[in-house]
């Protein structure tokens, strides 16, 4: 089974690394009319028509240039403007959330390159000051690191976070169930598998465990891995995992979680298809956690 979520990450380009800091290579194919540019504006882009508005150099605004990489045979670049450009008009310019239910689709071709530029984009963003002196940054080596006058460097931040679904009960049987929650800000019926961020010195798998117990008071046994998938929302990595449950009571904190239930493979379908069960959209790794989990595919989505 092919998951959604698999299909943000496929067909990766070359980031071609070494050439970050290579004023002559980057003239040269900044110079090709072949090349393609993502504005970016903050951490905003503006779609076109249903499309990303890629552009050629000799179209592009002034403003930092991020070398993306190279992908079918030419190079790839973002150019980040100031955010008052899409502030003063919200409507045209998209947070990548905004675009997440079109990424996988042909329309919106490119979902690696696009995870790069915003994430490269949302680290400038907030990335200001150092935070061993102080002192004002300035990007190099294309957007890529951060240095400031006392010359300490600062690199883009990526944080691991674990997302599973638990289960209980004998693998494949009729009564087997797994665990899902829902936050109080979210619409009524809007279920979700748990997630956290991994703590310094913890393995992802302890991780696993402690988010759940800390959350619903479930205790986890076994966990194996699933896959991974990039969210740059604004700088995660989300770590997939399937965890054996080794006790059932739930006792919800409600600080991170509101709810949490158990649904065998029967309820979930019946409400699901009632639409009193609504599910992840199907481009994040949580709907394709619980789709592995249930066998299939499942009808809504949110």
């Not at 992908?71 to 955010?83: E, L, N, P």
């Not at 054996?244 to 409600?254: F, G, P, Q, W």
Request: proline share 7%; with cysteine.
């Amino acid at each position: 089974m092919t998951y959604q979520h698999e299909r943000l990450s496929a067909n990766p380009h070359d980031r071609s690394g070494a050439h970050r800091a290579d004023d002559a290579w980057l003239a040269e194919h900044w110079a090709d009319p072949r090349t393609r540019v993502l504005v970016v504006s903050g951490t905003r882009i503006r779609p076109v028509d249903g499309a990303l508005d890629w552009v050629a150099p000799s179209e592009a605004p002034d403003g930092l240039r991020v070398l993306l990489g190279e992908h079918d045979g030419h190079a790839w670049f973002a150019v980040i403007v100031d955010a008052e450009v899409s502030q003063a008009d919200q409507a045209e310019w998209t947070p990548l959330r905004g675009l997440l239910p079109f990424l996988a689709d042909d329309a919106l071709a490119g979902a690696p390159l696009v995870f790069h530029a915003l994430g490269l984009a949302e680290w400038l963003w907030v990335t200001r000051f150092c935070p061993r002196c102080g002192g004002p940054l300035s990007p190099r080596s294309s957007g890529h690191e951060l240095v400031c006058p006392e010359g300490h460097v600062q690199f883009p931040r990526t944080d691991p976070a674990v997302i599973m679904i638990v289960t209980s009960g004998e693998p494949g049987a009729e009564d087997e169930r797994c665990l899902l929650g829902r936050q109080a800000v979210w619409p009524e019926g809007r279920y979700s598998t748990l997630a956290g961020f991994c703590e310094p010195g913890e393995t992802l798998e302890d991780a696993v465990r402690r988010e759940v117990h800390e959350e619903s008071g479930v205790v986890v046994g076994d966990v194996e891995y699933f896959g991974n998938q990039p969210w740059p929302l604004p700088a995660s990595l989300m770590l997939g995992f399937v965890g054996r449950a080794v006790s059932t009571e739930i006792e919800v904190d409600h600080h991170e979680l509101d709810d949490a239930r158990w649904f065998t493979r029967t309820e979930m379908r019946e409400l699901a298809e009632a639409g009193t069960l609504v599910l992840p959209r199907g481009v994040s790794i949580s709907r394709s956690l619980v789709e592995h989990w249930y066998g299939g595919e499942l009808p809504g989505s949110w």
